[in-house]
């Protein structure tokens, strides 16, 4: 079946350091894939997505590139800010099979001043 | 567009009575909603998929009985926690798809569930 791996955290950054969360996927087909951040005590928040290879999604300053040849959808950011400090969640959409999403355990980032 | 609305956002309830959460697209059709479930510090684990109109599916090990869930109309399911009790205690999230080959599901808000 369908299933994403990110990489394990907590991750500890101090502001304006550079953000790489790894991402990678299983799946049968082509799915879409997302990044979802949630925020102490809330809900899911759609970050970014892409639907097919070589799709770049982007919002706040976040990146992730579909990579089909290394099934990865990694998340980046050039300068994390204090208010970057969440859980992130890559999430897969298959095309088939019920068309499930599927998240992956989720990295939490603190951010320092 | 694309809005999904869970109530209530949070709940008390005592060990042995039942609950009902509500999840509506508020300005779309959704053929499809998913229910889904998150332990404190884990990941949003699929519970089941529901079709308007038709029984749900459930992931494997969610107890069908337990958690019954109704997709009655195109703007409306429901996940009523059946005899609740403190293990149960938990955030639920539904999502919904607008067609089924929709590339993205749209989530509500969650509703924070707690057994006493």
């Known amino acids: 079946g369908n299933s994403v791996t990110q990489m394990e955290g907590p991750v500890t950054l101090s502001e304006e350091a550079f953000l790489t969360i790894n991402c990678t996927y299983t799946?049968?087909?082509?799915?879409?894939l997302f990044w979802y951040v949630q925020y102490p005590g809330e809900g899911l928040q759609l970050l970014l997505k892409?639907?097919?290879?070589?799709d770049k999604g982007s919002n706040k300053g976040f990146e992730a590139t579909y990579r089909k040849e290394t099934t990865s959808f990694h998340l980046e950011k050039g300068s994390v800010q204090v208010s970057d400090s969440a859980v992130y969640f890559c999430?897969?959409?298959?095309?088939?099979?019920?068309?499930?999403?599927?998240f992956g355990a989720g990295t939490r980032l603190f951010v320092k001043a | 567009g694309a809005v999904v609305s869970q109530h209530p956002s949070r709940v008390i309830c005592k060990s042995g009575t039942s609950v009902k959460i509500e999840c509506r697209s508020l300005?779309?059709?959704?053929?499809?909603m998913f229910w889904y479930r998150q332990f404190p510090k884990q990941s949003l684990m699929l519970m089941a998929t529901?079709?308007?109109?038709?029984?749900?599916?459930?992931e494997q090990g969610v107890e069908k009985d337990k958690f019954l869930i109704n997709h009655a109309s195109l703007t409306l399911s429901t996940l009523t926690v059946t005899s609740a009790h403190p293990e149960d205690s938990s955030f639920y999230i539904c999502?919904?798809?607008?067609?089924?080959?929709?590339?993205?599901?749209?989530f509500g808000q969650g509703t924070r569930l707690t057994v006493v």
């Open positions: 999502s919904a798809s607008r067609i089924r080959g929709d590339t993205e599901a749209f």
């Open positions: 799946a049968t087909g082509y799915p879409s």
């Open positions: 892409a639907t097919k290879a070589d």
């Open positions: 999430a897969l959409r298959g095309r088939t099979g019920g068309f499930k999403t599927i």
């Open positions: 300005d779309f059709q959704a053929t499809t």
């Open positions: 529901s079709n308007e109109g038709s029984k749900a599916t459930y």
